[in-house]
């Protein structure tokens, strides 16, 4: 009886195992299905040329003919002797 129970432990084990890593990768396949719906949103949504000009406009883009200007932040003041604290010394 034992020996019968025994050769039950090796196929339960692997049944169980096979079950825990299916599960896994069902959620992984739902992420990856969620992934796939808000790319096919966004790549839709990039026909308006609305949206198209948003995307661009972050991304620093221009249209053929505009002027590009780089505004530059002021140069910090030196008040010290350049460890900039302003205590001089």
Do not use: C, H, W
Not at 19 to 42: G, K, S
Not at 62 to 68: I, K, L, M, W, Y
Not at 69 to 78: E, G, Q, S, V
Request: aromatic fraction near 4%.
């Amino acid at each position: 009886m034992t020996g019968v129970l025994a050769g039950y432990v090796g196929p339960v084990r692997g049944y169980l195992s096979q079950r825990a890593e299916l599960r896994q990768e069902q959620a992984r396949l739902r992420q990856l299905e969620a992934q796939r719906d808000r790319l096919a949103r966004r790549l839709t949504a990039l026909d308006d040329p609305v949206v198209l000009e948003v995307v661009a406009r972050e991304k620093n883009l221009v249209r053929p003919g505009e002027r590009v200007f780089f505004i530059r932040p002021p140069a910090p003041r030196n008040g010290g002797a350049g460890d900039g604290t302003g205590a001089g010394g």
